[in-house]
């Protein structure tokens, strides 16, 4: 059974992250698994995905979920008004996206990490103020009694290192959408344990535990990812962060835009920033 979470700004506040629970319908979820799918057989055939040498399990779909015209049936699903009143209520009314978004098939890396621009420096604006810019995810499969989901340390955005807080699987199902700022400490791709589903273990230790022990997936892991941001300085030093950064501008290369996505963003009162001019050259996913 999936667990009761608080949703809303102090909660996020207090704890780093925030659980909007049964967002999404099953049907909703089995058609998003049905986009994915189909995305991912044209872009195999088509060679347009990447896959790290280190995880050849994991398949990511090149460009942002924007450049996935059928996904437009649903708003993108990050665009769905039902996320996008979520991330309001979190971080107020204006929201910006910057083409940061994925989508994910299959087994990832793990390991506690933050996705702030300053990690690495103590000092850095991000530690100053209330942060204003979070990632949210849509998993298309129950990770409430099946592995594969996000892992998180309470409250550990309050902390500059991501070795502190309490570590928490976080037991989501089909239809939760998951919002944590990207200054909280987090792994994905939890592991749970036969006999001890409950236990929460260090992702170092996770990728030793052999598959006989592990509690599988449900299904083949699809997952979306997408970063909105409050207008701010936190928001444009990560933007001015993403700008140096070759693989980053690469993808900005790769989002998707038309006219159309411009006006459903604006219905949902979602500002889209292009970083670079040649924001959107390439489209490599869209339907011909």
Known sequence: MSAKYEFGRKTLARDGFSIAQGVFSRGDIDTIRQIIAKAQRRAIAQQLYDVD??????????????????????????FDKR????????????????GDSTVQIGEGPRGFHKDNADRTDRAGLDWSGEYGVLRLAIYTQDHSEFS??????????????????????LSTSEGDVVFWYLTTSHS????????????????????MIP?????????????????LGRPGPHLDHYISYQSKRADVRAHWRNCGESNAIETLAA?????????????????SLKSQ
Not at 149 to 156: C, F, I, N, P, T
């Open 53 to 78: 040498p280190q995880y050849p399990n994991l398949t990511m779909l090149r460009g942002d979920i924007l450049n996935i015209n059928e996904m437009a049936e649903i708003d993108y699903a990050v």
């Open 83 to 98: 996320v996008t009143d979520c991330a309001k209520e979190l971080i107020g009314p204006h929201l910006v996206y910057h």
């Open 148 to 169: 594969g989901g996000l892992k998180v340390r309470l409250a550990s955005h309050k902390y500059f290192s991501h070795h502190r807080g309490h570590s928490l699987n």
């Open 188 to 207: 994905g791709n939890f592991v749970r344990v036969r006999g001890a589903p409950g236990l929460c273990i260090h992702p170092r230790v996770e990728r």
């Open 267 to 283: 219905t949902r009162g979602i500002e889209i920033r292009k970083p670079v001019e040649d924001y959107g050259a390439s489209n």
């Open 211 to 227: 598959a006989n022990l592990r509690v599988p997936e449900q299904l083949q892991r699809m997952a979306i990812f997408c970063t």
